[in-house]
């Protein structure tokens, strides 16, 4: 009866662990093994010692992933082309709260890419305070350091992140117009078409580890993107047995934006996530590493998804 109970108090923390691990390594496999390391953990705890399970479980598991990120950040300077953080579909627990625009900006794709740039203790303050609202008094007990310099490390981290422009909320009848829209104008041949829908300074990152041949480096400008994407799209024919056939076009939001979700023999084969601003879609965040596309698949395995887009190649 014990260990049901202490099972149950784990159960009861794991959506919030596996949010703070997602938005703290940027990986929903990585932000899962971390939480199983967690409850491991608990289960070998002394219970004497533990006086608030929930303070306790988020400090393991804060620590854990921190000691990832070091890794993690070694790894990734020899993954093969750009990296970006694993891409979730809407109403994903590991998403965390979305109730205020702070939370759901912090777990955007351009967020949490922003976040690489921050030190291991930067990010696990800017997350515990930003998305999870932990006073500044418990983050400094989780990270062992003084409440004034968890103040410090929190304004250091909000100045590295610091978002220029206005982003633009969305819902499913939103996200769906400026999907077929971004879709209609990347095939239509014509780069006036999607020149219109990007702001200038646009920038397009592609994530195909050593699946996909994809960009090197960030593709800066609405011309430059226009043509590459004109380029990349048509003729697309052979192109498509890299993915199993000619891929399904849906739209859906993903970590809270816009994006296409390519389907090909019943699972995703590509998700492209646009971050739109006031002044046009600032960003393209192209997905096509199937490592990091088989959580999201999952999850579309047991959702119902809207009509697919009109096939326009």
């Known amino acids: 009866?014990?260990?049901?109970?202490?099972?149950?108090?784990?159960?009861?923390?794991?959506?919030?662990?596996?949010?703070?691990?997602?938005?703290?390594?940027?990986?929903?496999?990585?932000?899962?093994?971390?939480?199983?390391?967690?409850?491991?953990?608990?289960?070998?705890?002394?219970?004497?010692?533990?006086?608030?399970?929930?303070?306790?479980?988020?400090?393991?598991?804060?620590?854990?992933?921190?000691?990832?990120?070091?890794?993690?950040?070694?790894?990734?300077?020899?993954?093969?082309?750009?990296?970006?953080?694993?891409?979730?579909?809407?109403?994903?627990?590991?998403?965390?709260?979305?109730?205020?625009?702070?939370?759901?900006?912090?777990?955007?794709?351009?967020?949490?890419?922003?976040?690489?740039?921050?030190?291991?203790?930067?990010?696990?303050?800017?997350?515990?305070?930003?998305?999870?609202?932990?006073p500044h008094h418990e983050i400094a007990d989780l990270l062992d350091i003084t409440e004034s310099h968890c103040q410090q490390v929190y304004r250091r981290a909000k100045q590295h992140l610091a978002v220029e422009r206005a982003r633009i909320e969305v819902d499913e009848t939103s996200a769906r117009r400026i999907v077929a829209e971004f879709l209609a104008a990347a095939v239509s041949g014509r780069t006036d078409e999607l020149v219109r829908l990007l702001t200038d300074d646009a920038a397009i990152i592609g994530d195909g580890g050593a699946y996909f041949p994809t960009l090197n480096r960030p593709l800066v400008g609405a011309e430059r993107i226009a043509l590459f994407v004109r380029l990349a799209i048509k003729p697309a024919g052979a192109k498509w047995d890299l993915l199993g056939g000619k891929p399904t076009p849906f739209a859906a939001i993903v970590n809270g934006r816009p994006a296409l979700v390519l389907v090909a023999a019943d699972r995703i084969v590509g998700m492209v996530v646009l971050e739109v601003t006031a002044d046009g879609i600032a960003a393209v965040h192209g997905h096509v590493n199937p490592d990091k596309l088989a959580h999201a698949d999952r999850r579309w395995a047991t959702c119902t998804p809207g009509a697919p887009l009109p096939e326009l190649w």
């Open 1 to 134: 009866m014990l260990r049901t109970r202490e099972a149950d108090v784990f159960e009861g923390s794991r959506s919030r662990l596996e949010a703070i691990a997602y938005r703290l390594l940027g990986s929903a496999g990585d932000a899962e093994d971390a939480v199983q390391e967690t409850y491991l953990r608990w289960q070998a705890a002394d219970r004497e010692y533990v006086q608030t399970p929930e303070a306790w479980l988020t400090k393991v598991l804060t620590n854990l992933c921190l000691n990832q990120l070091t890794s993690a950040r070694a790894r990734r300077e020899t993954y093969v082309g750009q990296w970006l953080p694993e891409p979730l579909l809407a109403g994903d627990p590991m998403l965390g709260p979305a109730d205020t625009v702070e939370q759901r900006e912090s777990v955007s794709i351009a967020m949490l890419t922003l976040m690489e740039r921050l030190t291991a203790n930067e990010r696990a303050v800017y997350v515990l305070r930003e998305a999870f609202g932990y």
